[in-house]
Structures are given as structure tokens and as C-alpha cells.
């Protein structure tokens, strides 16, 4: 029956071009965590390879089993590396960790937050592949992703591919907000130029940050997420990503209320209050309120002899964390007047309020008692900046008026070269982006200007600038050939994954190149 299949499957390729395939409405997939498409789809990168990886409670799948176990059970998972509160997650805020040996595993448990935060080439002894787990909360200042730069930059140095499971942003991909972080604030706690809000998942974050690194890197990408989705629409169960957010609420509290480190306006409940010393509860209330921030009501409520307000989030889509922190904490300027920690122009002279600020600008605003309209606006240019700057890196939900969209199983592929349909009406995406998602083994060679691509009894070659395929040694013709653009090699990917056995369909209303594996 495969011969059959594989034989149809040339004779429709050498049949001249039908009319165009009829409309396949998009079906809305199911949601799929990265760590669940890995095993689904995109095994093959870690097979045979000795893998580590960085993780902690959060790296779970959608049914709670843990990514640990299940590379222990069908990978050779060889080493672990924790972020700050360990693999375990029960290290408090600071607290260095030290590195163990696991004893039911019996492989190395390196901490990246004790006497190094970066993967030192003893950690990186013996490993092929390092993979990132770790459910990030969207905020700038968290430090996951701080981590997650610092193992891509060591995998750089020392030739290690690095694959992210990609997780859902909590707060949303729309939510984009707070000013740029400046040059000299780049560190632990603000590790590349983004606003404080910056409405990316990790692995669009993980491309974000390649465009310093340069590291080889691959995301495999959730199935069934779109920008518009937070926390609440995927279905899944929250685990705690911290000890101090150890709720969904205070994911989206964090940004809203833990901001003002140093100035005498503190959160409390977990992210859930925010407040200070002289300031009056109701007039902090009213203030707020009158501000009619989207999504969330204000409530007066003292903590110990502390006054502030509790958040009451009654539209999470709606509700904007950032720009509700700019408005408690410019609103607790005018009521307590409270002091702004001093810094320098040196990362080494900053407060942590500047840290956190991304920069001395916020503390010179609020110094000036500046309205949050005035402190929005002063920041609105570079944010717009921002957002263009990072489309090339976005993953989902983007089309950017590049070209046509690619879909494999309801899973969103990508590259660093986008799709286009060239002048034989053919949809071209680069080799390796369509050969991995299908689950083939890519060869290039240089010198032929030739990719090989081999999967189960096939083997496929396409030649540059040719016309001819050639399939288990025989030639097919084409009606365009593989070309050369932008420093990625170009091939017509109807002609590629029917010869990997899959289905191509062409959807009109989206402009989207839909894959099926199976029928």
C-alpha cells in the first residue's frame, strides 16, 4: 500500500496544474504546549542526542506530567539546570541554590542562580541539545528569561543547539506597555531592550534575543495559541511559578503592583494589594478609579497600618498591568510625596527601582509629579518603536503582509525567512523550517548546492536552480526550482511534503498553506 500511495503521489506531481484546490475552512486546533508537540512531532531533534535540561515545577505538560520524566523515559536526558528558586522551585527571592546530584535520577542538578549564572563549559561537559521549560509570567524584570539569554549565549559559545518548549505569555501577546529598558540597564533583572510589559512568548522572546546571539536555535511552538489568548482561555491548570506567584491573579498582578521597589509603594497578598506607609485608602481609591483603567475596580483596604487598595480584576483581557502601576505609583506621588532611590548612569550605581524602571527616566517623571498621561506619552515613541522592532520575532497570530502563512497539523512553522509565492505561483519556505516539522533529516551539500532529505524509505534530493527532483533515484520534474534568497535556500513546499507524504491544502480567506501528516 505505501508503494501505491508513494507512486500516486509522483504521477500528481507530473499532472500539469489543476484548477486551485478548493477552500479548506482553518479548524480551530486544540490547544498544545510546546512540551506536548515535542513528543508529538518533533522527537528527531533530540533522538540519540544527549539532552539537558533547564526547567523547573512549571515545566509540566497540559495533564501534569512533568518534561523531567518524560525525557528520562524517552530521551537520554543527561543533566538539569535551575533558574532562581531552583529545579524544585522552593528557593526564596535571591537565595542562591547550589548545584546537586539527583537521587532518583542520578544525573547533575546545576544551579544557575548560585556561584554562576551561566552555563559554565563543566556544565555543558557532555551534552548535544539543551532544552528551556519554563513557564515565564511575561514581565520584564522576572528572571527566567534572563536565564533563558544566558544559556542561549553559552550554548553559542560551545556549539550546543538550543530548543524552547514554548509556553503561553499569561497575560496575553497584546499586552505591550512601559518604557524601553536603556543600554546601561541591561542585567539580571532586564536583560535585553524591552518595555516592561513585552507581550511575547518565550520562544518568540528566544528569537527577540537571537538577533544579539546568534545561536542555533529552535522553537517548537504551541498548537492552537493566537495573541489574543491569556492564561485562562488554554484550559490549563496554573502552577505556581515562584513562590510569590503562586496564583494566575498574581501573574498579571506582578507588573501591576511590584514596581515600586525602594519608594515606599509596596504590593502585598501576592500581587494583589498595593500601597504604603501615610497613604490615605480611599483617596488612593478615588484616584485610581477616576482614572477608569479598563478591567479592574479599586478597593480601599488597609494592611496593617499601611494604606492602599486592593486589585479587583474584573476583565482580565481588558486589564493593562503597567499601565496601572504608572498610575498607582504617580497617584502615590502626589498623596505621600515619597522619595525616588538614587542612581547613577553605571549598572553598578543603579537602585533596583532603576533596574526594575529599565533606566532613571520613571524616577526623574514622578520626581517631576508628572500625570501618567505625561509619563505615557513620554515613553509612547519608543514603545511604538519597540512593537515594530519585534515583529520579524513573533510566532503567532502575525502575518505582517510578508507572505503566506504555514501550517503543519494546526502548528504555526517559521523561520528567519519568510514564505513568498514566486512567478510559478508556488509557495517557496526554506528547507530546514518545512523538513523538521515533517519530521525528515536535512542534509545540505555545499558544493552540489543540493538538500537531501530522508524520511522512513525516502530520499529526497533538490538541486538549486533545477527543475528535476530526484526520489529514491528517479527524476520527477517541476514546474519551478529551488532557489537561493536572503542566505536561506527556497523550495516549493507542495512539491516537498506530498513527496514526505503529507497533505497540502491552500486557504484563501487566511492565506495559509495547511499540512496535514495525516489525511
Given at each position: 500500500?505505501?508503494?501505491?500511495?508513494?507512486?500516486?503521489?509522483?504521477?500528481?506531481?507530473?499532472?500539469?496544474?489543476?484548477?486551485?484546490?478548493?477552500?479548506?475552512?482553518?479548524?480551530?486546533?486544540?490547544?498544545?504546549?510546546?512540551?506536548?508537540?515535542?513528543?508529538?512531532?518533533?522527537?528527531?531533534?533530540?533522538?540519540?542526542?544527549?539532552?539537558?535540561?533547564?526547567?523547573?515545577?512549571?515545566?509540566?505538560?497540559?495533564?501534569?506530567?512533568?518534561?523531567?520524566?518524560?525525557?528520562?523515559?524517552?530521551?537520554?536526558?543527561?543533566?538539569?539546570?535551575?533558574?532562581?528558586?531552583?529545579?524544585?522551585?522552593?528557593?526564596?527571592?535571591g537565595?542562591?541554590?547550589?548545584?546537586?546530584?539527583?537521587p532518583i535520577?542520578?544525573?547533575?542538578?546545576?544551579?544557575?542562580?548560585?556561584?554562576?549564572?551561566?552555563?559554565?563549559?563543566?556544565?555543558?561537559?557532555?551534552?548535544?541539545?539543551?532544552?528551556?521549560?519554563?513557564?515565564?509570567?511575561g514581565?520584564?524584570?522576572?528572571?527566567?528569561?534572563?536565564t533563558?539569554?544566558?544559556?542561549?549565549?553559552?550554548?553559542?559559545?560551545?556549539?550546543?543547539?538550543?530548543?524552547i518548549?514554548?509556553?503561553?505569555?499569561?497575560?496575553g501577546?497584546?499586552?505591550?506597555?512601559?518604557?524601553?529598558?536603556?543600554?546601561?540597564?541591561?542585567?539580571?533583572?532586564?536583560i535585553?531592550?524591552l518595555?516592561?510589559?513585552?507581550?511575547m512568548?518565550?520562544?518568540?522572546?528566544?528569537?527577540?534575543?537571537?538577533?544579539?546571539?546568534?545561536?542555533?536555535?529552535?522553537?517548537?511552538?504551541?498548537?492552537?495559541y493566537?495573541?489574543?489568548?491569556?492564561?485562562?482561555?488554554?484550559?490549563?491548570?496554573?502552577?505556581?511559578?515562584?513562590?510569590?506567584?503562586?496564583?494566575?491573579?498574581?501573574?498579571?498582578?506582578?507588573n501591576?503592583?511590584?514596581?515600586?521597589?525602594?519608594?515606599?509603594?509596596?504590593?502585598?497578598?501576592?500581587?494583589?494589594?498595593?500601597g504604603?506607609?501615610?497613604?490615605?485608602?480611599v483617596?488612593?481609591?478615588?484616584?485610581?478609579?477616576?482614572?477608569?483603567?479598563?478591567?479592574?475596580?479599586?478597593?480601599?483596604?488597609m494592611?496593617?497600618?499601611?494604606?492602599?487598595?486592593?486589585?479587583?480584576?474584573?476583565?482580565?483581557?481588558?486589564?493593562?498591568?503597567?499601565?496601572?502601576?504608572?498610575?498607582?505609583?504617580?497617584?502615590?506621588?502626589?498623596?505621600?510625596?515619597?522619595?525616588?532611590?538614587?542612581?547613577?548612569?553605571?549598572?553598578?550605581?543603579?537602585?533596583?527601582?532603576?533596574?526594575i524602571?529599565?533606566?532613571?527616566?520613571?524616577?526623574?517623571?514622578?520626581?517631576?509629579?508628572?500625570?501618567?498621561?505625561?509619563?505615557?506619552?513620554?515613553?509612547?515613541?519608543?514603545?511604538a518603536?519597540?512593537?515594530?522592532?519585534?515583529?520579524?520575532?513573533?510566532?503567532?497570530?502575525?502575518?505582517?503582509?510578508?507572505?503566506?502563512?504555514?501550517?503543519?497539523?494546526?502548528?504555526?512553522?517559521?523561520?528567519?525567512?519568510?514564505?513568498?509565492?514566486?512567478?510559478?505561483?508556488?509557495?517557496?519556505?526554506?528547507?530546514?523550517?518545512?523538513?523538521?516539522?515533517?519530521?525528515?533529516?536535512?542534509?545540505?551539500n555545499?558544493?552540489?548546492?543540493?538538500?537531501?532529505?530522508?524520511?522512513?524509505?525516502?530520499?529526497?534530493?533538490?538541486?538549486?536552480?533545477?527543475?528535476?527532483?530526484?526520489?529514491?533515484?528517479?527524476?520527477?520534474?517541476?514546474?519551478?526550482?529551488?532557489?537561493?534568497?536572503?542566505?536561506?535556500?527556497?523550495?516549493?513546499?507542495?512539491?516537498?511534503?506530498?513527496?514526505?507524504?503529507?497533505?497540502?491544502?491552500?486557504?484563501?480567506?487566511?492565506?495559509?498553506?495547511?499540512?496535514k501528516?495525516?489525511?
Amino acid at each position: 500500500m505505501r508503494k501505491v500511495i508513494f507512486a500516486l503521489t509522483i504521477i500528481a506531481l507530473l499532472l500539469p496544474a489543476a484548477a486551485p484546490p478548493a477552500v479548506v475552512a482553518l479548524e480551530k486546533p486544540a490547544f498544545k504546549l510546546g512540551n506536548e508537540v515535542l513528543f508529538e512531532r518533533y522527537l528527531h531533534l533530540i533522538e540519540g542526542k544527549r539532552v539537558g535540561l533547564v526547567t523547573n515545577p512549571t515545566g509540566v505538560n497540559s495533564k501534569g506530567e512533568k518534561t523531567i520524566d518524560l525525557l528520562y523515559e524517552r530521551a537520554n536526558l543527561v543533566a538539569l539546570y535551575g533558574p532562581e528558586h531552583g529545579v524544585d522551585g522552593k528557593a526564596a527571592a535571591g537565595a542562591y541554590v547550589e548545584s546537586y546530584i539527583d537521587p532518583i535520577l542520578n544525573i547533575p542538578v546545576y544551579s544557575l542562580y548560585g556561584a554562576t549564572r551561566r552555563p559554565t563549559a563543566t556544565m555543558l561537559q557532555g551534552i548535544d541539545v539543551i532544552l528551556f521549560d519554563i513557564q515565564d509570567i511575561g514581565a520584564r524584570s522576572y528572571t527566567y528569561i534572563s536565564t533563558m539569554y544566558y544559556v542561549m549565549e553559552a550554548a553559542k559559545e560551545h556549539n550546543i543547539p538550543v530548543i524552547i518548549l514554548d509556553r503561553p505569555n499569561p497575560v496575553g501577546g497584546e499586552i505591550c506597555e512601559g518604557p524601553v529598558l536603556e543600554d546601561f540597564t541591561i542585567g539580571f533583572v532586564g536583560i535585553d531592550n524591552l518595555p516592561i510589559a513585552h507581550g511575547m512568548t518565550v520562544g518568540e522572546l528566544a528569537r527577540f534575543f537571537n538577533r544579539k546571539i546568534g545561536a542555533n536555535l529552535q522553537v517548537v511552538p504551541m498548537e492552537g495559541y493566537t495573541r489574543d489568548m491569556i492564561w485562562q482561555d488554554t484550559g490549563l491548570t496554573w502552577v505556581p511559578t515562584s513562590p510569590m506567584i503562586p496564583y494566575v491573579e498574581s501573574a498579571f498582578g506582578y507588573n501591576a503592583t511590584g514596581l515600586g521597589d525602594g519608594t515606599g509603594i509596596r504590593q502585598a497578598d501576592y500581587f494583589r494589594w498595593i500601597g504604603g506607609a501615610g497613604i490615605d485608602s480611599v483617596k488612593f481609591a478615588n484616584l485610581l478609579n477616576s482614572s477608569k483603567l479598563p478591567g479592574v475596580v479599586f478597593v480601599p483596604e488597609m494592611q496593617g497600618s499601611q494604606g492602599g487598595v486592593r486589585l479587583q480584576i474584573t476583565d482580565f483581557h481588558a486589564f493593562n498591568p503597567v499601565r496601572v502601576n504608572l498610575h498607582a505609583l504617580a497617584y502615590g506621588k502626589q498623596l505621600i510625596d515619597f522619595p525616588i532611590p538614587k542612581s547613577g548612569n553605571t549598572y553598578n550605581s543603579l537602585s533596583m527601582f532603576a533596574k526594575i524602571m529599565g533606566g532613571n527616566r520613571m524616577g526623574e517623571w514622578l520626581e517631576q509629579k508628572l500625570t501618567p498621561q505625561q509619563i505615557e506619552a513620554r515613553y509612547a515613541a519608543e514603545l511604538a518603536k519597540f512593537k515594530k522592532d519585534r515583529q520579524p520575532y513573533l510566532i503567532y497570530g502575525y502575518h505582517g503582509g510578508k507572505g503566506p502563512n504555514l501550517q503543519v497539523d494546526n502548528t504555526p512553522i517559521f523561520s528567519d525567512a519568510p514564505p513568498y509565492i514566486d512567478k510559478n505561483n508556488r509557495t517557496m519556505v526554506p528547507y530546514r523550517a518545512i523538513a523538521q516539522a515533517l519530521g525528515a533529516q536535512v542534509h545540505w551539500n555545499e558544493k552540489e548546492r543540493s538538500v537531501t532529505l530522508r524520511k522512513g524509505d525516502s530520499v529526497i534530493v533538490l538541486t538549486v536552480g533545477q527543475k528535476t527532483v530526484r526520489v529514491n533515484g528517479q527524476a520527477i520534474a517541476m514546474d519551478t526550482a529551488p532557489v537561493i534568497q536572503g542566505n536561506r535556500t527556497m523550495v516549493p513546499v507542495r512539491y516537498v511534503s506530498e513527496l514526505l507524504g503529507a497533505f497540502v491544502h491552500w486557504d484563501q480567506p487566511s492565506a495559509t498553506v495547511i499540512i496535514k501528516t495525516q489525511p
